[in-house]
């Protein structure tokens, strides 16, 4: 039986009662497969829009990257406005940007309209590394208002600093009032229950072990098949498993966060007094915010073998302790890791194999974009493709080396860029 691996998020979530394994087979509209932000939210709006919808999870709700991610709700696509603009011309680049700040509105949509108690906060500080990173940051301030008339995010100067965050470690950086952060093992939660109630039949513990896609989409698993008219495929990081032909544009990265003791309201109100989510400009970056009941969460560091830390409390503690000298020797209470889905250029891949539709490889910024995505494969398969052929287009490229040399590469490329943060 798969529990949630420990994590301050599995020991503060709501309850959610394991739901059985599926046992026989099943025929529905539409069979979802992974029940982490992406297949939930496609479920959901799959009910939504009358299809019979059935959705198979290989271990709990929300126990992959939904379950585990630093709860940090990035407004935008993972490329500034800026680098989409050069690279793909005024027109694309503002139809993307606005779906990445839609993303935004269907997350913040969906926790009210499902009264989701997911601790939900406003604000996220992208802090500067360098004076660089804060003139990218002026230009792409303006040229938000300019191209897509964004008002939300504003520069901090230097000076401002300490009234979003109590460190001496940035130049300034770029605040915005549409971001914030939320208990992401309570959001999938959330979620799920609000698929049930419009009609989702959830099985836990029920990996697809193959998916035909030559005619209707056939969903295999230990205890029966799925036959539906449409398949949708949201296992991220883990979908080479399942599908060998997306092995190569998927590179699964692992990441760890701690968590802190409960502070107190002083030392909590002292550490971050904007309670905004923060996270680095820099390539290999720190990211923090503070709990519902004061803890600091914490991700930093950077580990490419697959193998954890030892001890992840003492990998992870010294990034703390370079931010906030003030916390040294601080006591952390939890630490884990989870898997990144990431991909060559860093934005995600959508697509379609056969009549299953696909949309993983949120590279790190998938808080956001994952309800996003799940609704537009329902709206494509609804008839109006448009919007999910707009991501699906995208250039995309597998990481070079093959299936021997792709992590090595994977990580020469990240040891480069880690040295360039330093310089
Ligand atoms: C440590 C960490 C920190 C992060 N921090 C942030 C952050 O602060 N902000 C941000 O925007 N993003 C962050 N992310 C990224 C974000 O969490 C992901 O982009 C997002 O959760 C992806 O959701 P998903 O539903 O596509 O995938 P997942 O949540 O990984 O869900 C996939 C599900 O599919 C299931 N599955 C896999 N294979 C099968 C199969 N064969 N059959 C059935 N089920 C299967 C898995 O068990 C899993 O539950 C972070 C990720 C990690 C790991």
Not at 23 to 38: N, P, S
Not at 162 to 168: L, R, Y
Not at 172 to 190: F, K, Q, R, T, V
Not at 243 to 267: C, F, G, S
Request: net charge neutral; aromatic share 8%; glycine share 12%.
């Amino acid at each position: 039986m798969s529990e949630y691996p420990p994590s301050y998020y599995a020991a503060s979530a709501e309850l959610f009662a394991r739901r059985a394994a599926l046992a026989g087979d099943a025929a529905a509209d539409v069979v979802v497969v992974g029940g982490g932000y992406t297949g939930l939210s496609a479920a959901l709006a799959s009910a939504e829009a009358g299809f019979s919808t059935v959705l198979v999870e290989a271990r709990r709700i929300g126990w992959g990257a939904s379950g585990r991610n630093g709860g940090q709700m990035i407004p935008g696509m993972r490329w500034a406005a800026t680098d989409l603009l050069d690279k793909f011309g005024v027109e694309r680049a503002r139809a993307l940007i606005a779906l990445g700040f839609e993303a935004t509105c269907r997350v913040r949509d969906r926790i009210s309209r499902h009264g989701i108690s997911c601790d939900l906060c406003d604000g996220h500080f992208q802090a500067a590394c360098k004076p660089a990173h804060l003139a990218a940051m002026r230009r792409e301030v303006e040229l938000l208002e300019s191209l897509v008339g964004y008002s939300a995010a504003r520069i901090v100067e230097r000076d401002e600093v300490p009234t979003v965050v109590a460190t001496e470690a940035y130049h300034g950086g770029m605040l915005d009032s549409e971001g914030g952060h939320l208990h992401p093992l309570n959001y999938a939660i959330g979620l799920a229950r609000a698929a049930e109630a419009a009609g989702v039949t959830i099985f836990e513990e029920t990996p697809a072990l193959a998916m035909d896609h030559s005619g209707p989409a056939i969903v295999i698993t230990p205890g029966g098949r799925i036959t539906a008219r449409h398949g949708i495929l949201a296992c991220d990081a883990e979908v080479g498993a399942l599908e060998p032909k997306l092995r190569q544009v998927m590179m699964p990265v692992i990441n760890y966060n701690v968590a802190t003791r409960v502070l107190t309201d002083a030392e909590a109100r002292a550490l971050i007094p904007s309670n905004a989510s923060i996270a680095e400009s820099r390539f290999v970056l720190n990211y923090y915010r503070l709990s519902a009941d004061n803890r600091l969460i914490f991700g930093g560091g950077e580990k490419y073998s697959p193998r954890p830390p030892a001890d992840i409390a003492a990998f992870v503690r010294p990034h703390i302790e370079r931010i906030f000298p003030q916390l040294r020797g601080i006591e952390i209470e939890y630490g884990w890791g989870g898997t990144i889905g990431v991909t060559m250029n860093r934005l995600p891949h959508f697509g379609r194999i056969g009549n299953t539709l696909f949309a993983h490889g949120y590279s790190g910024h998938g808080v956001l974009l994952t309800t996003l995505a799940g609704e537009l494969m329902v709206e494509a398969l609804r008839g109006r493709p448009e919007r999910f052929d707009m991501v699906a287009d995208l250039p995309t490229r597998g990481f070079p080396g093959g299936a021997l040399l792709r992590h090595p590469l994977y990580v020469a490329g990240m040891l480069w860029y880690a040295l360039r943060d330093r310089l």
